[in-house]
């Protein structure tokens, strides 16, 4: 498979509508080229366009409500790369769209916090192999320019996996649950985003998931240099918002099965073929890997397993549209602060593989 081509973007508008056009002007191509992909695995996996179009459209007005800010921002991105409001909406509720689709699995998080000390941590972001063929890490002032972010993410997405100059850092994998799709909400990939404009620490972050409503289900495993609580997952739901909190000395791991116990009351059955638990047993038993600060060498000590569950390559006979490929390795780094990432699963990491972009 041929690995998925990050690019990098640095603005210095605080202005949502000018970062907005700015971006989707720089980059319509990739937009373009993601929407055309969506719409095509929409249909593989048999949603309807109606359908696909009435949740984009109810998401818009669920942000336009309630973030105008990052509405305006989407907006603007669509008019800066020549395309319907809508279709880049689709991009940033594309997990809302396909909670009405098979399950996938993808993702796995830790973040290590060290007594006494910072937290540090990394993710794999599984996806299917031929989605996202390229992505884009963004780092920009916020609205009001009280913070700066940087934020991997999908083409035409306003966020996913990031961390803010506060230090706060947050990762991202999907979950399925029964109540998935049965109400409209604020899309997980705009949610992660407000989470890193708005929240310093830990506890805020979790006061700001549980003052929203969602339509679909995802973990952010959420981490902060600062605050009484520096590490939690937070299961966010359209029936309620779990929280699993962390403790120092100890890795606090998630792939893609809820960890709540009430939550997890309502899951949505795992696909037959769902690697959640042993990846999540495989990262449980490296924590002395995990505690290693520095993200080369703690991914180096990951690898030296004689099988890397986190590291997911294509499955040989099934349809792309069916399998999850690890498409990259991200680590956060809170006192910089600072994302890092390779294109590719945690065994390919190399020095020269690995960019870092600082907010």
Known sequence: MTAMTIHTHRTATSNPAERGLEYGSTWSRQIRAAVAEYQQHFRTVGIDADTVRRVSESAGERIRAGMPDLSEEIEQIAAGADLPAWQVMMLNARTEILALAPPAQECSATAFWPAGGIPHTMQ????????????????????????????????????????????????????????????????????ARHILEVATTVSEAIEV????????????????RSGHLRTACVEATPVGVGVIEGREGVALNHTNHFLDPELASGAQPAAPASTSGRRLEYLDGQSQALSITDPLQRIAALHRAPEVAICVRRTPGVPEHEDSVTKATIALDLVTPALGIHSGGPRDVQPDTWQTITV
């Open 124 to 191: 794999t972001w599984d996806w299917r192999p031929g989605l996202a063929t390229e992505s884009l890490v963004s780092a920009f002032p916020t609205a009001e320019a009280s913070s700066q972010v940087v934020t991997f993410a999908e083409f035409g997405q306003v966020g996913k996996i990031g961390v803010n100059s506060h230090g706060l850092g947050l990762h991202f994998n999907i979950l399925r649950h029964r109540s998935d799709g049965s109400r409209s909400g604020t899309p997980v990939h705009v949610a």
């Open 209 to 224: 998931a549980r003052s929203l409503t969602f339509g679909a289900s995802s973990v952010f495993t959420i981490a902060s």
